[in-house]
């Protein structure tokens, strides 16, 4: 079945970075676009990240110039490279293909002095 495994979550002071993973399986990752999402306590899930098929980034105004999402297809794997990292990107991550209803359990991200 698809499944998604998020990690690369922590604690990050404002202005730092961190590197979130997501390895995928269960489909034929390289023909899919995939996504981020975020979703921060007592808000809706947020759309972070896209990145097509052919590994073009699209991004929201909100992390825009400060987010980065990459791809290895040989390894199933999505990459959320975040920088300039402010108190409001904290929240938990997830990744998604777009398509199935599946999600993994997230990794926790806290931005704070």
């Known amino acids: 079945q698809v499944q998604f495994v998020e990690s690369g979550g922590g604690l990050a002071q404002p202005g730092g970075s961190l590197r979130l993973s997501c390895v995928a399986s269960g489909f034929a990752f390289s023909a899919y676009a995939m996504a981020w999402y975020r979703q921060a306590p007592g808000k809706q899930r947020e759309w972070v990240a896209t990145?097509?098929?052919?590994?073009?980034?699209i991004y929201p105004d909100s992390v825009k110039g400060r987010f980065t999402t990459t791809r290895a297809d040989a390894k199933n794997t999505v990459y959320l490279q975040m920088n300039s990292l402010k108190p409001e990107d904290t929240a938990v991550y997830y990744c998604s293909n777009g398509v199935s209803d599946s999600w993994g359990q997230g990794t926790q991200v806290i931005v704070s002095a």
């Open positions: 990145i097509t098929d052919d590994s073009t980034g």
